[in-house]
């Protein structure tokens, strides 16, 4: 019995320190989309304050609308590498946010594909998918793929499940629209502007940082069936933290873009509703979580 005690302790052991690798991959992950956040809010920034061109408001909107969904991208690194200390990469959670950033991974390669085709030589896009491919990887291969299930639930947050699902669904559409539809959103995008601002690359960067947030959507939609207690704990408050200011920012870019003289109607009228849509979600679900009581 001594001896299965030991043999117990030691697999506990062994199981706690599973996951070290991963809290560094993650840490490195983190590391990677902060430098990724931080130069895409000085681009942004840079065409906002600078306005050269008369199409500057367009690649202002550009910069703005991908580096919003940089903030989501972040939240779900800060949370895979808490999990990964704590041991806690087995649960649904965990694999949904891991699956979503292999899914993004796999559209950041092709985006540098078509990028080194059309303007030559590869980005940081490349570094980050590969950080991303290889963390999120051996996640899943280490603890197995998630099992999606569709359900509202029957508690009192029903409303709010049901708009996480709604949140979710567009999500996965927005996905499909800016991978397939790349090359005509670039060739519409090039009629208003009447030159080619965004290239087929950047609405495929778009999509694979949205799958990301496909993938908070539906653990956060979840995470409402479960209850106000899921809700209220430290994970899915700081994904719900992360929607937040990741709308608040496309929409502050929008607001802007227009400013600048830029035709948005049309944004306004998908992304600008859409994030509007996911600001009242998520601001009503972290507001749940921070004022429960057990």
Not at 80 to 85: M, N, P
Not at 207 to 215: E, M, P
């Amino acid at each position: 019995t001594l001896l299965e005690v030991s043999a117990s302790s030691n697999e506990l052991s062994d199981s706690e320190k599973g996951d070290d690798d991963l809290f560094y991959g993650y840490t490195a992950l983190l590391c990677v989309q902060a430098l990724w956040l931080v130069s895409g809010l000085l681009g942004t920034w840079a065409f906002g304050a600078w306005p050269y061109g008369q199409d500057a408001g367009y690649y202002f909107l550009g910069f703005g609308e991908t580096t919003a969904l940089l903030i989501p991208q972040l939240a779900a690194a800060v949370v895979l590498r808490s999990a990964a200390l704590r041991s806690r990469l087995t649960g649904t959670t965990f694999k949904v946010l891991n699956a979503s950033l292999l899914a993004s991974s796999a559209l950041l390669f092709v985006a540098e594909l078509f990028q080194s085709i059309s303007e030559g030589g590869i980005g940081f896009k490349t570094l980050s998918a590969s950080v991303t491919a290889v963390v999120s990887f051996l996640a899943l291969r280490r603890h197995g793929w998630p099992t999606f299930k569709l359900s509202v639930g029957d508690n009192n947050l029903q409303t709010l499940s049901k708009s996480y699902l709604g949140l979710t669904a567009s999500t996965g559409i927005l996905v499909a629209l800016n991978t397939f539809g790349a090359g005509l959103l670039s060739f519409l995008f090039g009629k208003v502007t009447r030159e080619v601002i965004l290239e087929p690359h950047h609405f495929i960067t778009f999509a694979a940082l949205l799958a990301i947030q496909g993938g908070i959507l539906h653990t956060l939609q979840s995470a409402s069936v479960a209850g106000e207690k899921r809700l209220s704990s430290d994970t899915y408050k700081k994904l719900n933290l992360g929607s937040i200011l990741s709308s608040i920012s496309a929409l502050v870019g929008i607001c802007w873009a227009a400013k600048m003289k830029c035709k948005v109607l049309w944004i306004f009228l998908t992304l600008g509703l859409y994030n509007i849509a996911q600001l009242g979600a998520a601001s009503t679900g972290f507001y749940i979580g921070k004022t429960y009581k057990d």
